[in-house]
Nanobody, 127 residues
Framework: QTHLVESGGGLVQPGGSLRLSCAAS????????TGWFRQAPGKEREGIAC????????VYAASVKGRFTVSRDNAKNTVDLQMNSLKAEDTAVYYC????????????????????WGQGTQVTVSS
């Protein structure tokens, strides 16, 4: 059983940056595809990024490509999401998810493909 915990959320001004971290226990993220999702009030959950197991290849949704970067630290067993040039529309609860059998190829990861989920961390972009 993979247990995931997100951290790093908070309040940031438009144009600012935040770095989210997804820490895993119970398994090794290097052997999982790890995705980042977000859900804004009144909207469906959106897949925004994924880093694949082993080869570390990444995919990004068009809404965040060029601004967000997903990376994995195998020594810490974490997957981070560096978010730059934040906009008000990035405000949401951000979740990480992992699955050992998935290979992300679509630009928008799908929630149904991931077995393990974190509890989420709030990101608010506001002046």
């Amino acid at each position: 059983q993979t247990h995931l915990v997100e951290s790093g959320g908070g309040l940031v001004q438009p144009g600012g940056s935040l770095r989210l971290s997804c820490a895993a226990s119970g398994s090794t993220l290097d052997y999982h595809a790890t995705g980042w999702f977000r859900q804004a009030p009144g909207k469906e959950r959106e897949g925004i990024a994924c880093i694949n197991r082993s080869d570390g290849s990444t995919v990004y949704a068009a809404s965040v490509k060029g601004r967000f970067t997903v990376s994995r630290d195998n020594a810490k067993n974490t997957v981070d999401l560096q978010m730059n040039s934040l906009k008000a529309e990035d405000t949401a609860v951000y979740y990480c998810a992992a699955d050992p059998d998935l290979y992300c190829s679509d630009s928008e990861p799908q929630s149904r493909d991931f077995r393990s989920w974190g509890q989420g961390t709030q990101v608010t972009v506001s002046s």
